[in-house]
Every structure is written in C-alpha cells, then in structure tokens.
C-alpha cells in the first residue's frame, strides 16, 4: 500500500501537468521553469531530511508528516494557477507552491526505499516484487484520471458498443450525479485525497527509529565517504547526466500525444502503457541482475532511454511513439531502481536514508531541474509560433546523441569489485580496464 499511494499521487498529476499549465496560460519555457523551481527545496531538503531521519525522528513519522503538508499545498496550487490565468501574473507564487510540494513531496520516494530495504532481508531479489505495487498505484491513478475527465465520451462509447450494459451504466451514472462535473482541477484534487491516505497509511507503518551510530558524525557528511570509491562516484556521475534529458519525456510527452490527435482528457491512460511496462521490468530485475550483473542491467537502462528517444524523433508512426512509451518499464527500473539497490549496499546501516536522499539531491534536486529549464528553453526553440507545433526530430535527436556518447563512456570505465553483490555470475574485472577499477576495500556493510 505504501508503494502504490506514493506513486499514485505523481500518477494523478505528471502526465497531465503539461496540459494542465497550458490550459492556464504556461508556456513551454515556463513550464520548464515551474518544474525546475524544485530546486530549491531539493537543494538542501533531502540532506536536511536524510540527517533528520537517521539520527533523530522515525521514518514513518516523517512520511506521514509530509504527505500531510504535501496534500495542503495540492490543494492551493490550482488556486494559484487561475489567478495566473486571470491577470497574467503572479506566477512566482504558483512557482513558490509547486517547490514548497517538491520539498515535501521528493524527499519521501528516498525515504519509502530506505524504508523497505531496512525491513527486507534481501532487497535484491524482494524489492522488484513490492515496487510493482507503485507501479499498479500509478497506472490506477492515471486510468481513473482520464476515466474521470472523459466519462462523457467514455460513456457514449460504452453505450454504442455494448448496447446491453445501458441500462447499468446509466444506474451507475445517476448513483454519481450528486458530483460536481469533471475539471481538469481535479488531477490535483485526487493527487491531495491520495496523499491525505498516504499520510495516514504512514502512520501504521513498521516501526522505523533512526538508526544512530555510535559516533557524531552527521549523517549527510559521512555519506560523502562514499565518493572515495570509483565506481560509485561513476555511477552517480552517470545518474547526473541521465538526469538532464529525462525531464523532457515528463516535459513534451503529453504535447506529442496531443499533437499526434490524441484527446488531451485521454492522455493520462495513453501514457499509462509505460507504467505497465514496469511490471515484467520488476519481475526481470532479480534474474538480470544475477546473470548479467549491475553493469550490464544499467547499460540496458540507458539502451532504452536512448531507443525511445530515437522513437520519438522520428515523430511516427503512432504505433513506433506507443512502442517508446511501452520501454518506460526498463528505462525506469533498469535505472533508478537498480542505482537505489547499489546505493543501500554501499552505505552503512546508519546512513542508508542519507545516501538515497544524496542521490535524490545530485539528480532531481540538481540534474532534472537544470534538464526541465534546457528542455523547457529547448522545447521554446523547437516550437513553430505560427503553426503552435513542435519540431520534435531535434527535440528528442539531440538527447539521444548525449545518452549515447555517456552510456559509451560508462561501458569503457565502470567496474564492479568481483566480490560485489550485484557483480552478476558473468561480471568480468580487469584491474588495468581503466582509471576506476576497484584496488580500495569495499565502503559498504
């Protein structure tokens, strides 16, 4: 449950905020603004909240706490949307809200995974199973998003294809009619009710104190230890260079669909195929990782941004575009997930929540955010003002040309210590492959 209401939540907003914010006068280089202003909070919220949740307060206290604060300010951003709407201004403070809830929000995905990796005894081959649910919470939560904003056309097109249920849905519709008609609002408004759930779901998790040391040492500053091992500070360095292209996926998706003849009400449920990709990715994980080991697993992640991408450029057919959203699956869990498994083996018990949080502050706190104002300044460059489309064979051409040229470098320099959790039955180490091959001990356990 608490994977699938902690992703439910993004799965309610993120596929429709693109069109959410143009519909209330965002353009594109605003938008990529808006998104980054997260960096503010991200900057120094999640080493702030790693420190605070491994040295003084609970896990799920925290979480329950901030979900709390983070359905508040869902509330209030729509609110702040209109009134940019209206006057043309007051953008700062729709840019002021949406960190505010950056901050409350980003920290606690981190805080969740350090969370159930403390309370599995092999997170490698049990966490793949337990994030599924995230992944059914977003695919739920997008469906019910598009369901909701289209049941009008949806319930003319189930009337006319399946005659015998009209007399059901038409039950089914006056049971419902007490409630106020669909207003694309309402992607908030869900998301809120999802995070005051979530709140308090929270509060009924395992307990989780912090783990403190023995020591003094704050626990954001001991994770920076870490970065004494080569292929951890290589991994990370990737991860960062990952992080500025894939705000664009987040950024002109939505757009594309639409501008492929896709109903804006319907393109949450269209974007939700990446989310069921996820689920055979999650179940492939453990073996993956086994036979072919980290290396390899994170190459096949970027392999499948890098793919996509190339998909998208072409800008068709609609079934190739479709085909590129369906690799979201083992671009996201090839990637993120397998870097939060890496990251837990390499810290000590103590620091686990601080080093998923470091993580969180080098990509979405300080990658997405300067990739969401290149990819909303980009996005500006590639648009036809007369036309109002987007020349996306540059758009998506170019980020595919730098996720090549890193994973190539990855391929070249990265190396796992044989002994490695994650090293893989066909992990193979050359000691003299490269600059970071590994001859220091191990950080982690």
């Known amino acids: 449950m608490l994977w699938a209401l902690e992703w439910a939540i993004t799965g309610a907003v993120l596929t429709y905020l693109p069109l959410y914010f143009a519909e209330n006068g965002v353009d594109v280089e605003q938008l990529g603004q808006l998104l980054a202003v997260s960096a503010v909070g991200l900057m120094v919220v999640p080493l702030a909240v790693g420190q605070v949740c491994d040295r003084w307060l609970a896990t799920e206290k925290y979480l329950a706490l ?24 007051h953008l700062t403070t729709l840019m002021v809200l949406v960190g505010l809830y950056a901050a409350a929000y980003f920290p606690t995905v981190p805080l969740a995974t350090s969370l159930t990796f403390r309370h599995l005894p ?40 399946f005659p015998t249920w009209e007399p059901a849905l038409a039950s089914l519709k006056g049971a419902f009619s007490w409630l106020t008609p669909p207003s694309s609002d309402d992607c908030f408004r869900i998301a809120a009710l999802l995070s005051f759930a979530l709140s308090t779901f929270c509060v009924f998790l395992p307990s989780t104190p912090p783990a403190r040391s023995e020591g003094k040492v704050i626990a954001p500053l001991k994770t920076l230890a870490l970065f004494r091992n080569g292929s951890f500070a290589l991994l990370i360095a990737v991860s960062f260079l990952l992080a500025l292209v894939v705000p664009l996926y987040t950024l002109q998706m939505p757009k594309l669909l639409e501008q492929l003849g896709f109903a804006p009400d319907w ?45 998208f450029a072409l800008e068709g057919p609609t079934w190739l575009i479709l085909t590129g959203i369906g690799l979201h699956g083992v671009c996201h869990v090839f990637l993120i997930i397998v870097i939060q498994l890496f990251v837990d083996s390499r810290c000590s ?13 080098i990509t979405m706190g300080i990658g997405m955010p300067i990739g969401f104002l290149l990819g909303g300044r980009f996005g500006r460059l590639c648009l036809n003002e007369q036309t109002g489309l987007t020349n996306y064979h540059w758009l998506f051409a170019a980020p595919a040309v730098l996720i090549f040229i890193v994973m190539a470098g990855y391929w070249r320099w990265f190396r796992l210590d044989p002994h490695d959790r994650y090293a893989g039955e066909s992990e193979l180490v050359d000691p003299d492959a490269g600059p970071f091959s590994e001859d220091a001990p191990r950080l982690a356990q």
Not at 71 to 78: A, K, M
Not at 134 to 139: L, S
Not at 277 to 295: D, I, M
Not at 349 to 361: E, G, K, P, T, V
Request: proline share 4%; with cysteine; charged share 10%.
């Open 66 to 89: 901030s979900h709390f604060v983070g359905g508040v300010i869902l509330i209030c951003i729509p609110i702040a949307a209109h009134v940019h709407q209206r006057t043309g201004e």
């Open 122 to 161: 092999d997170p490698g081959a049990q966490f793949g199973k337990i994030r599924l649910w995230g992944t059914v919470g977003w695919a739920l939560a997008g469906l019910s998003l598009s369901l909701w904003l289209g049941r009008s056309s949806a319930y003319a097109w189930m009337t006319t294809r």
């Open 267 to 311: 393109v949450p449920a269209v974007m939700v195929i990446g989310q069921i990709s996820e689920f055979p990715a999650l179940l492939l994980l453990p073996f993956c990782l086994k036979r072919f080991g980290l290396k390899t697993t994170f190459a096949l992640g970027m392999g499948a941004w890098l793919l996509r991408y190339a998909f």
């Open 349 to 361: 018990y103590d620091i686990r929540a601080s080093a998923q949080n470091l993580f969180a502050f």
